[in-house]
């Protein structure tokens, strides 16, 4: 659970589902309360078939598992240069999902999750990463090192990046 | 909480310890750990042994592990004590048995004041 001295305030009648979406993956994180009930990562790469296939797949055992109320995606302004568009197949897969079972899908601009860790003194990705580990014990072994410039991001990132979506989503509520 | 409690809060507890499913069946005796993926996803009810040992491993109460499975068999009792109250009141001060009827609705007033 998470230290409820140091988010002060926070709080979440709901059961949320944070997720932080990239070309190949996607992460998850569900909390109830201040309790992270469950957590992953799951790859969404499709050689043969389509990604919205493999990404349902991948999807649905963990609405089905944490059934949540409502799921927070992070905003992406635009078509991004790395994405040849499987990103956005991700989404559009998850979103029909959360359609289908009636959870409203709620959207966090990149703006909203900096300014509100800002607040924290976290204004860098590992800072932020440091903080929730702080914040949510349970996910503190799973804080990547911090990453040299010419390392590329490692994969557990990710799920920080959707817990710092949820925590920004919580506390602009 | 506003939403409906989930089943089990088996897999919420095991990542707070830190522990893989494979650990959790060890200390559970079983050989593989689908049997731990089965009782985390409410596909199967664990037999009351192991439910005990989750209770021991965790240290929390089985009624807190298994929160929607404890409310609705609470639910379920809830109903048929009522419908047994009911029936119990219609049988009341008749017959050899109003003694030991009367005890019964003694038990489910007292019942129901411990609640």
Not at chain 1, 73 to 100: E, F, N, V, Y
Request: a positive charge.
């Amino acid at each position: 659970m998470a230290d409820a001295t140091k988010v002060s305030g926070i709080t979440n009648p709901r059961r949320i589902l944070a997720l932080e979406i990239r070309s190949q993956r996607f992460a998850f994180v569900a909390l109830e309360g201040m309790n992270v009930i469950d957590f992953g990562i799951r790859r969404c790469r499709s050689h043969s078939g389509s990604v919205q296939a493999v990404t349902l797949k991948r999807f649905v055992p963990v609405v089905d598992f944490c059934v949540p109320t409502a799921a927070v995606i992070r905003k992406r302004l635009g078509k991004s240069s790395q994405d040849p568009g499987t990103m956005q197949a991700i989404t559009k897969a998850i979103r029909a999902q959360c359609r289908r079972r009636a959870i409203q899908v709620y959207g966090m601009s990149e703006k909203k999750v900096q300014s509100f860790f800002a607040k924290y003194g976290a204004t860098t990705k590992h800072a932020t990463a440091s903080l929730l580990a702080e914040w949510f014990e349970e996910l503190a072994w799973k804080l990547p090192p911090k990453r040299k410039p010419w390392q590329s991001e490692r994969p557990n990132t990710l799920l920080f990046d959707a817990l710092a979506v949820a925590m920004a989503f919580l506390g602009a509520e | 909480m506003t939403d409906p409690a989930l089943g089990n809060y088996l897999r919420m507890h095991r990542i707070k310890a830190g522990l893989s499913q494979r650990e959790v069946a060890n200390l559970l005796g079983y050989a593989r750990p689908w049997q731990v993926s089965r009782h985390e996803l409410s596909k199967t009810a664990p037999p009351l042994l192991t439910a005990l040992a989750y209770q021991h491993i965790f240290q929390m109460p089985v009624s807190a592990l298994f929160t929607g499975m404890h409310m609705t068999v609470a639910d379920v009792i809830e109903q048929k004590l009522s419908a047994f109250e009911r029936d119990l009141q219609d049988r009341s001060g008749k017959g050899h048995m109003a003694k030991a009827t009367a005890h019964k609705l003694q038990w489910l007033t007292q019942r129901k004041s411990l609640a």
